[in-house]
């Protein structure tokens, strides 16, 4: 049985019109919320020398977010970013796997292409063993 991930509605709107604003390059930011449920996407600054094919968030915003979060109490859940919509899919790039380092987070990789059947998907990353989760979607 695949596991679940519980997020607001709100977050996958903000999260595809993050990715669809920019849909040639790869958008990124930070996934919180209470409990579990993902209540909220803070995005960042994509900082990759190659934004087109990576991300990369500084860690001197990481550090400006993780305060936010903590003045906000909401807990830090995951880390999402786009993949351009030249690329067929949002499933994890041997790149992504190499770089989750994160390894209790869980990581949403969008899509902006407007047709796409799975949007959004979410996926642990555990020593370079990838699992996909269900997001159960919540108003
Ligand atoms: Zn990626």
């Known amino acids: 049985m695949k596991k679940t991930v519980r997020s607001r509605r709100k977050v996958y709107g903000q999260l ?5 604003r920019q849909p040639h390059r790869e958008c990124c930011g930070i996934l919180a919320g209470q409990d579990g449920l993902i209540t909220q996407a803070f995005p960042a600054k994509n900082v990759a020398a190659d934004p087109i094919r990576n991300y990369e968030i500084a860690p001197s915003e990481i550090v400006r977010l993780m305060g936010e979060l903590r003045k906000r109490r909401l807990e830090f859940l995951g880390i999402y970013h786009s993949h351009p919509n030249w690329l067929d ?4 790039s041997p790149k992504d796997i190499a ?3 994160h390894s209790e987070s869980i990581y949403f990789i969008v899509t902006p292409r407007p ?3 799975t949007p959004i998907r979410a996926f642990s990353i555990r020593n370079g063993r990838v699992v996909e989760l269900d ?3 919540l108003p």
């Open 99 to 101: 770089l989750a380092h």
């Open 135 to 137: 997001i159960q979607v």
């Open 115 to 117: 047709y796409a059947t």
């Open 16 to 20: 595809l019109k993050h990715a669809r």
């Open 89 to 92: 899919t949002n499933e994890p």
